[in-house]
Protein backbone atom coordinates (compact mmCIF):
# COMPACT_ATOMS: atom_id res chain seq x y z
CA UNK A 1 0.00 0.00 0.00
CA UNK A 2 1.53 3.39 -1.09
CA UNK A 3 1.98 6.35 1.34
CA UNK A 4 -0.92 9.08 1.53
CA UNK A 5 -0.45 11.51 -0.80
CA UNK A 6 -1.27 15.22 0.27
CA UNK A 7 -1.36 18.61 -1.35
CA UNK A 8 -3.02 21.96 -1.20
CA UNK A 9 -6.20 20.35 0.78
CA UNK A 10 -6.38 17.12 -1.50
CA UNK A 11 -5.66 13.91 0.88
CA UNK A 12 -5.42 10.19 -0.54
CA UNK A 13 -5.85 7.35 1.05
CA UNK A 14 -5.24 4.25 -0.45
CA UNK A 15 -6.82 0.85 1.17
CA UNK A 16 -7.95 2.75 4.06
CA UNK A 17 -11.49 0.47 4.00
CA UNK A 18 -10.46 -2.96 4.61
CA UNK A 19 -12.31 -5.48 2.75
CA UNK A 20 -14.58 -6.34 5.46
CA UNK A 21 -15.65 -3.06 5.24
CA UNK A 22 -15.61 -2.42 1.55
CA UNK A 23 -18.44 -5.78 2.03
CA UNK A 24 -20.18 -4.02 4.77
CA UNK A 25 -20.65 -0.46 3.30
CA UNK A 26 -21.40 -2.31 -0.21
CA UNK A 27 -24.29 -3.90 1.78
CA UNK A 28 -25.58 -0.39 2.95
CA UNK A 29 -25.41 1.09 -0.22
CA UNK A 30 -27.29 -1.98 -1.90
CA UNK A 31 -29.96 -1.28 0.65
CA UNK A 32 -29.97 2.28 -0.63
CA UNK A 33 -30.71 1.52 -4.00
CA UNK A 34 -33.32 -0.94 -3.06
CA UNK A 35 -35.38 2.16 -1.84
CA UNK A 36 -33.93 4.62 -4.10
CA UNK A 37 -33.54 2.72 -7.73
CA UNK A 38 -30.35 3.82 -9.95
CA UNK A 39 -31.54 6.38 -12.48
CA UNK A 40 -29.86 7.75 -15.28
CA UNK A 41 -29.35 11.42 -15.67
CA UNK A 42 -29.15 13.44 -18.67
CA UNK A 43 -27.11 16.60 -19.88
CA UNK A 44 -28.87 19.91 -19.19
CA UNK A 45 -30.17 21.31 -22.56
CA UNK A 46 -29.00 18.47 -24.73
CA UNK A 47 -30.79 15.97 -23.12
CA UNK A 48 -27.88 13.27 -23.65
CA UNK A 49 -27.63 10.53 -21.40
CA UNK A 50 -24.85 9.93 -18.55
CA UNK A 51 -23.40 6.23 -19.04
CA UNK A 52 -23.03 6.49 -15.29
CA UNK A 53 -26.14 5.46 -13.55
CA UNK A 54 -26.42 7.56 -10.10
CA UNK A 55 -28.96 7.65 -6.78
CA UNK A 56 -28.20 9.40 -3.43
CA UNK A 57 -29.04 9.09 0.26
CA UNK A 58 -28.98 11.95 3.03
CA UNK A 59 -31.01 15.00 3.26
CA UNK A 60 -30.26 16.19 -0.42
CA UNK A 61 -29.51 14.36 -3.28
CA UNK A 62 -27.32 15.42 -6.97
CA UNK A 63 -29.65 15.19 -9.99
CA UNK A 64 -29.14 16.17 -13.64
CA UNK A 65 -31.65 16.72 -16.52
CA UNK A 66 -32.63 18.96 -19.25
CA UNK A 67 -33.54 21.63 -17.49
CA UNK A 68 -29.96 21.71 -15.30
CA UNK A 69 -27.96 20.37 -12.40
CA UNK A 70 -29.11 20.81 -8.73
CA UNK A 71 -29.41 19.27 -4.89
CA UNK A 72 -33.14 18.47 -4.32
CA UNK A 73 -34.61 16.37 -1.16
CA UNK A 74 -36.34 13.73 -3.26
CA UNK A 75 -35.62 10.76 -6.09
CA UNK A 76 -36.79 12.34 -9.23
CA UNK A 77 -38.62 9.18 -10.65
CA UNK A 78 -40.15 8.07 -7.41
CA UNK A 79 -40.55 11.53 -5.60
CA UNK A 80 -39.90 9.82 -2.71
CA UNK A 81 -37.47 11.28 -0.04
CA UNK A 82 -33.79 9.81 -0.04
CA UNK A 83 -32.78 7.43 2.34
CA UNK A 84 -30.64 8.32 5.33
CA UNK A 85 -27.33 8.40 5.03
CA UNK A 86 -25.92 4.73 6.38
CA UNK A 87 -24.40 5.66 9.84
CA UNK A 88 -20.69 3.80 8.51
CA UNK A 89 -20.34 6.76 5.82
CA UNK A 90 -21.17 9.46 8.54
CA UNK A 91 -18.71 8.26 10.84
CA UNK A 92 -16.27 7.42 8.12
CA UNK A 93 -16.96 11.74 7.03
CA UNK A 94 -16.29 12.63 10.69
CA UNK A 95 -13.31 10.56 11.21
CA UNK A 96 -11.53 12.49 8.58
CA UNK A 97 -12.16 15.72 10.06
CA UNK A 98 -14.52 17.44 8.19
CA UNK A 99 -16.48 20.06 9.67
CA UNK A 100 -20.93 19.94 10.27
CA UNK A 101 -22.64 17.37 9.13
CA UNK A 102 -22.82 15.47 5.36
CA UNK A 103 -25.74 16.38 3.41
CA UNK A 104 -25.32 14.68 0.62
CA UNK A 105 -23.89 10.99 -0.83
CA UNK A 106 -23.99 10.79 -4.33
CA UNK A 107 -23.68 7.22 -5.51
CA UNK A 108 -22.08 6.36 -9.07
CA UNK A 109 -22.39 3.20 -10.77
CA UNK A 110 -19.77 2.69 -13.85
CA UNK A 111 -20.71 -0.34 -15.36
CA UNK A 112 -18.32 -1.40 -18.29
CA UNK A 113 -17.33 0.96 -20.35
CA UNK A 114 -19.07 4.12 -18.30
CA UNK A 115 -16.99 7.32 -17.77
CA UNK A 116 -17.52 10.73 -16.74
CA UNK A 117 -15.72 13.72 -18.68
CA UNK A 118 -13.79 16.43 -16.76
CA UNK A 119 -15.52 18.32 -15.06
CA UNK A 120 -15.99 20.87 -11.51
CA UNK A 121 -18.41 20.27 -8.48
CA UNK A 122 -20.06 23.44 -8.33
CA UNK A 123 -23.49 23.30 -7.66
CA UNK A 124 -22.63 23.30 -3.46
CA UNK A 125 -23.78 26.36 -1.94
CA UNK A 126 -20.54 26.20 0.17
CA UNK A 127 -17.11 24.86 -0.89
CA UNK A 128 -15.73 25.20 2.60
CA UNK A 129 -16.26 21.48 3.49
CA UNK A 130 -14.28 19.03 1.80
CA UNK A 131 -15.64 16.26 -0.74
CA UNK A 132 -15.05 12.48 0.07
CA UNK A 133 -14.90 9.91 -2.20
CA UNK A 134 -15.15 6.43 -1.72
CA UNK A 135 -14.05 3.62 -4.32
CA UNK A 136 -15.84 0.62 -4.61
CA UNK A 137 -15.61 -2.25 -7.18
CA UNK A 138 -13.55 -2.30 -10.07
CA UNK A 139 -10.53 0.03 -10.48
CA UNK A 140 -10.97 3.56 -11.99
CA UNK A 141 -8.19 5.99 -13.95
CA UNK A 142 -9.26 8.65 -12.27
CA UNK A 143 -8.07 12.57 -14.33
CA UNK A 144 -7.15 15.26 -12.24
CA UNK A 145 -5.94 18.49 -13.55
CA UNK A 146 -6.00 22.26 -11.97
CA UNK A 147 -8.95 24.63 -10.94
CA UNK A 148 -9.16 26.10 -14.96
CA UNK A 149 -10.30 23.61 -17.58
CA UNK A 150 -6.73 24.24 -19.42
CA UNK A 151 -3.29 22.90 -18.15
CA UNK A 152 -1.59 20.03 -17.18
CA UNK A 153 -3.59 16.89 -15.55
CA UNK A 154 -2.53 13.49 -14.21
CA UNK A 155 -3.82 10.62 -13.96
CA UNK A 156 -4.33 8.11 -10.38
CA UNK A 157 -6.02 5.11 -10.29
CA UNK A 158 -8.80 4.24 -7.55
CA UNK A 159 -8.97 1.15 -6.14
CA UNK A 160 -11.93 -0.55 -4.18
CA UNK A 161 -11.03 0.64 -0.45
CA UNK A 162 -9.30 4.00 -1.51
CA UNK A 163 -10.93 7.13 0.03
CA UNK A 164 -9.83 10.46 -0.65
CA UNK A 165 -10.38 14.34 0.88
CA UNK A 166 -11.06 17.14 -2.05
CA UNK A 167 -10.47 19.98 0.93
CA UNK A 168 -8.98 23.60 0.62
CA UNK A 169 -7.79 24.48 -3.55
CA UNK A 170 -8.44 20.81 -5.01
CA UNK A 171 -12.49 21.43 -3.59
CA UNK A 172 -12.63 23.42 -7.32
CA UNK A 173 -10.05 21.14 -9.40
CA UNK A 174 -11.76 19.79 -12.52
CA UNK A 175 -11.85 15.78 -12.36
CA UNK A 176 -13.62 13.08 -14.23
CA UNK A 177 -12.83 9.18 -15.08
CA UNK A 178 -11.40 8.11 -18.28
CA UNK A 179 -12.03 4.28 -18.09
CA UNK A 180 -13.40 1.62 -15.37
CA UNK A 181 -10.92 -1.04 -15.55
CA UNK A 182 -13.18 -4.64 -15.83
CA UNK A 183 -12.44 -7.94 -13.68
CA UNK A 184 -10.25 -5.82 -11.57
CA UNK A 185 -11.99 -7.03 -8.36
CA UNK A 186 -14.11 -9.32 -7.22
CA UNK A 187 -16.32 -7.16 -4.63
CA UNK A 188 -19.34 -6.72 -6.67
CA UNK A 189 -20.84 -9.45 -7.81
CA UNK A 190 -21.12 -9.10 -12.28
CA UNK A 191 -18.57 -6.08 -11.71
CA UNK A 192 -18.63 -2.72 -12.49
CA UNK A 193 -17.79 0.20 -10.03
CA UNK A 194 -19.81 2.26 -7.45
CA UNK A 195 -18.21 5.95 -6.25
CA UNK A 196 -19.98 7.34 -3.07
CA UNK A 197 -19.52 10.82 -2.87
CA UNK A 198 -20.05 12.93 0.48
CA UNK A 199 -20.97 16.58 0.40
CA UNK A 200 -21.90 19.20 2.32
CA UNK A 201 -24.14 21.20 0.40
CA UNK A 202 -25.35 24.45 2.80
CA UNK A 203 -23.28 27.23 4.53
CA UNK A 204 -23.50 26.06 8.37
CA UNK A 205 -22.27 29.08 10.47
C1 LIG B 1 -12.55 16.68 -6.78
N1 LIG B 1 -17.21 11.37 -9.21
O1 LIG B 1 -19.51 12.55 -8.46
S1 LIG B 1 -14.56 10.70 -7.49
C2 LIG B 1 -18.65 13.27 -8.96
O2 LIG B 1 -15.45 8.41 -9.40
C3 LIG B 1 -17.38 12.67 -9.44
O3 LIG B 1 -17.55 8.82 -9.58
C4 LIG B 1 -16.09 10.63 -9.75
O4 LIG B 1 -16.60 13.36 -9.98
C5 LIG B 1 -16.37 9.18 -9.54
O5 LIG B 1 -18.76 14.50 -9.07
C6 LIG B 1 -14.81 11.05 -9.20
C7 LIG B 1 -13.38 11.91 -7.16
C8 LIG B 1 -13.91 13.29 -6.93
C9 LIG B 1 -15.21 13.51 -6.56
C10 LIG B 1 -15.63 14.79 -6.25
C11 LIG B 1 -14.75 15.86 -6.32
C12 LIG B 1 -13.04 14.34 -7.03
C13 LIG B 1 -13.44 15.62 -6.72
C14 LIG B 1 -15.13 17.16 -5.98
C15 LIG B 1 -14.24 18.18 -6.03
C16 LIG B 1 -12.95 17.95 -6.43
FE1 LIG C 1 -17.11 15.42 -9.64
Known sequence: MADTI???GLAIHPGLLSPAEQRALLSDIAAVIRKAPLFRPTM???GKPFSVMMTNCGPLGWVSDKTGYRYQP???ETGKPWPPMP???VALWRSLGAPAEPEACLVNMYDEGAKLGMHQDSDERTYDAPVVSVSLGDTAVFRMGGTTRRGPTRSVRLSSGDVVVFGGESRL???GIDRVLS???RLIDGGGRINLTLRRVTPWS
Open 74 to 76: RHP
Open 173 to 175: MYH
Open 87 to 89: DRL
Open 44 to 46: PRT
Open 183 to 185: GSS
Open 6 to 8: EAA
